[in-house]
């Protein structure tokens, strides 16, 4: 089992930055962010395999890039931020060798919210 905490969630308005940081407490090939917003399914966001390929949503490329700072913290560095990004997100983590925002992760964090106004 492999237990994640997440940080950094608040309120900024559009236009503005956030970083989001998750720790966890024990190394797992792919971890990565997913979000949900109110009434909507989870989605995934970035992922980072070992030792750093890189997947995003389409919807947050070029804005959005994930970052690993060793075998088991992650970071997302959030910018040109819009309400449509509101959402609580979830670090995730899994052993597999399969890592991406269309795949299944085995372990997840409580998630923080991120609230962003116009």
């Known amino acids: 089992q492999v237990h994640l905490v997440e940080s950094g969630g608040g309120s900024v308005q559009a236009g503005g930055s956030l970083r989001l940081s998750c720790v966890a407490s024990g190394w797992t090939y792919c971890m990565g962010w997913f979000r949900q917003a109110p009434g909507k399914e989870r989605e995934g966001v970035a992922t980072?395999?070992?030792?750093?390929?890189t997947s995003y949503a389409d919807s947050v490329k070029g804005r959005f890039t994930i970052s690993r700072d060793n075998a088991k913290n992650i970071d997302l560095q959030m910018n040109s931020l819009k309400p449509e990004d509101t959402a609580t997100y979830y670090c995730?983590?899994?052993?597999?060798?399969?890592?991406?925002?269309?795949?299944?992760?085995?372990?997840w964090g409580k998630g923080t919210l991120v609230t962003i106004s116009s």
């Open positions: 980072i395999g070992s030792p750093d390929h």
């Open positions: 995730a983590a899994t052993y597999s060798g399969m890592c991406g925002v269309s795949y299944g992760m085995d372990f």
